[in-house]
């Protein structure tokens, strides 16, 4: 999988995820307790200026912000013809500015910081025995792992209708591919309990075939 | 929690990410295509109850957070969160857990098909349809400082959809549980 | 190394799966074979603790595998039928390091003993790609090193040249009759066993034959044959 991280070594590639996300929320804070034409659009050009400072080219930046800027259209669209201009101008704006910065955050921030960024902040709830915290990093990981394994499945019981003339069905393909995929959590767990990788007290004990 | 439920939940994200990069798939009676990754969500529920389900969700959620472009149409990045739109993101959790939640409690082993799919319907009618959707029109409103009424007429849309949705994951759910029985049965 | 079953006995689902079983295994190379569902999964899976003696106990090396868990983990390494489902990080290196977690090792000693388990089945050059586009053969080389990495005394195999062609099948063979380690193997691929010091052969939950390979062999060609 391809994530939306852009490699680099700019200040705000440097700057730690903890305090990127911070920002971000402030920022978004500070944008919804306003609906001044002006300071949204100081905003957009604060959020555009970051974002440019990052030099990520005109083509990565349209990759970054296609799919979003689409959906922030279509809700300025409904804003315009439920409220009126003025409050279309305020919505397009303000999503433009938080489009725009949280783009740029993720696009400096890497996968594995956010894994640790996340794991550290899991730490309190350790505490309290909500969850363990190592136990993430390896859920992340698990999920990016089986992906394609799933998305082989499903080609194979796509086939397989194709072959038998069957209609394709939601119905026909999701239960066959949820059966077969969750049919090796058995061994999956077993193999993440035999190599010892969550330490003790976490099996299930007496089961096997 | 036990190995075996880290690795249930970790699988069946890699199943809701995995359907929202195949095609959307056609229904044979209606003319509508499907988006399966918010089917993918109410069969996390509906198939692995609250604890499980709810993690599978909040997986992808994470998954999304971080920047992997998971999301059908391959959206994904902080952005996707700061939009008035997020609510039907973020509720995706609270949909899927309230929908364990009621299937634990619906449907059980010894019922006919009937009633177990009907009960898994139910469930996912009150988590996919009513709390996901309560969930996104409070957000959109909030959002983009339109009045709920407003909200609700532009989300109404949608509703069909989903409650065809709620009616193919109460199908599932109960062939997944005669295949293969997962979910945590309550009285 | 030192494997003892005392009485040891094991259920699933209320049906015993493996009846009340009295041995003790020192031997360096042993094989176990039996038809499917004869019980020696289940035997393998007892010895590091996967499965728990409903009755009995077993033991390795001393430590009890129902209460000394941790202790016995790490002395048996585990190698399980279909390796696609052994290696659970999207990246090989970054799995294999995994194994490494419970260890205090700082970043620098985690990456040498990475590197030196890779370097040890020639696999170096896999270290950075995706689980998910290695080959049979060499997912099942990733799997040896990712279990090998944690230097486990006995390395339990369950049928370790089951999904594999000829070739692959071929390397399998020899890199397991070149570990250092103990192995216990289950396999229908006799010529593996073949050299072995002792062979097991299961039926129906049973002990049914343990000695030389040779002449289990023979006993388990009439049974299939009867």
Not at chain 2, 64 to 69: D, E, K, Q, S
């Given at each position: 999988m391809k994530t939306l991280y852009v490699q680099g070594n700019t200040w705000l590639h440097r700057l730690s995820p903890g305090l990127k996300l911070g920002g971000l929320a402030v920022f978004s804070?500070?944008?919804?307790?306003?609906?001044?034409?002006v300071v949204l659009a100081a905003a957009v050009f604060l959020a555009g200026a970051i974002h440019a400072s990052m030099r990520f080219g005109v083509v990565r930046t349209w990759q970054q912000l296609r799919v979003i800027l689409l959906s922030i259209s279509i809700l300025t669209v409904f804003t315009l013809l439920l409220n009126g201009p003025a409050d279309a101008l305020a919505v397009f704006l303000r999503l433009v500015a938080l489009a725009v910065l949280a783009a740029t955050i993720t696009a400096t921030t890497s996968t594995a910081e956010f894994i640790d960024t996340i794991t550290a902040g899991a730490r309190p709830l350790e505490r309290i025995g909500l969850v363990k915290a190592a136990d993430l990093g390896l859920a992340i990981g698990l999920v990016v792992r089986f992906v394609p394994e799933v998305l082989a499945r499903y080609e194979a019981i796509r086939d397989a209708h194709r072959a038998r003339g069957l209609k394709q069905r939601p119905l026909t393909l999701a239960v066959p591919l949820i059966i077969q995929t969750l049919r090796h959590a058995d061994e999956i767990a077993a193999a993440i309990d035999a190599r010892g990788i969550r330490g003790q007290n976490n099996r299930k004990l007496g089961e096997g075939s | 929690m036990a190995t075996r439920d880290l690795v249930l939940a970790a699988l069946f994200a890699a199943i809701i990410v995995a359907l929202g990069l195949v095609p959307p798939i056609m229904l044979g009676f209606i003319p509508v295509p499907i988006t399966a990754q918010s089917l993918g969500v109410m069969l996390a529920g509906v198939i692995l109850g609250a604890k499980r389900g709810g993690l599978a969700v909040l997986l992808v959620l994470v998954l999304?957070?971080?920047?992997?472009?998971v999301l059908s149409g391959g959206r994904g990045g902080l952005a996707t969160f700061v939009l008035p739109t997020a609510g039907y993101l973020v509720g995706w959790f609270f949909a899927a857990v309230a929908i364990g939640y009621c299937s634990e409690r619906f449907v059980g082993r010894s019922q006919s098909a009937l009633v177990q799919v009907t009960g898994f319907f139910m469930a996912a009618m009150i988590g996919g349809v009513v709390i996901l959707h309560g969930l996104?029109?409070?957000?959109?409103?909030?959002?983009?400082?339109?009045?709920?009424?407003?909200?609700?007429?532009?989300?109404?849309?949608?509703?069909?959809?989903?409650?065809?949705?709620?009616?193919?994951?109460?199908?599932?759910?109960?062939?997944v549980m005669v295949g293969y029985p997962l979910l945590p049965q309550r009285a | 190394m030192d494997i003892r079953f005392e009485q040891a006995e094991a259920r699933f689902e209320g049906r015993?799966?493996?009846?009340?079983?009295?041995?003790?295994?020192?031997?360096?190379?042993?094989g176990i074979i039996g038809l499917n569902g004869s019980g020696k999964t289940t035997f393998a899976r007892m010895i590091n603790g996967l499965v728990t003696p409903a009755a009995g106990r077993v033991t390795l090396n001393g430590f009890d595998t129902a209460s000394d868990g941790e202790q016995v983990r790490s002395a048996a390494g585990f190698i399980f039928q279909n390796p696609q489902n052994q290696i659970v990080l999207p990246i090989l290196k970054e799995d294999i390091a995994l194994g490494l977690t419970s260890r205090k090792l700082s970043r620098e000693e985690k990456q040498a003993e990475v590197n030196a388990v890779l370097a040890r089945f020639g696999i170096e050059h896999l270290a950075d790609r995706r689980v998910h586009e290695l080959s049979g053969g060499e997912l099942q080389l990733a799997a040896l090193a990712s279990v090998l990495v944690t230097r486990p005394e006995i390395l339990i195999m369950d049928e370790p040249t089951n999904q594999l062609d000829l070739r692959n099948r071929a390397l399998v063979e020899k890199t397991v009759h070149s570990l250092e380690e103990n192995v216990l193997v289950i396999s229908h691929d006799l010529d593996l066993i073949a050299g072995f010091d002792r062979v097991l052969l299961f039926h129906d939950g049973r002990l049914l034959a343990d000695g030389e390979p040779?002449?289990?062999i023979d006993r388990y060609r009439t049974l299939c044959a009867a």
């Open positions: 804070l500070l944008l919804f307790a306003t609906r001044s034409p | 999304v957070a971080i920047g992997l472009p996104g029109i409070l957000w959109l409103a909030y959002g983009t400082g339109t009045g709920l009424s407003t909200a609700f007429l532009g989300d109404l849309a949608f509703i069909p959809g989903d409650i065809l949705k709620a009616a193919i994951a109460a199908l599932a759910g109960r062939a | 015993t799966v493996l009846h009340p079983l009295t041995l003790t295994l020192t031997e360096r190379r042993i040779p002449v289990v």
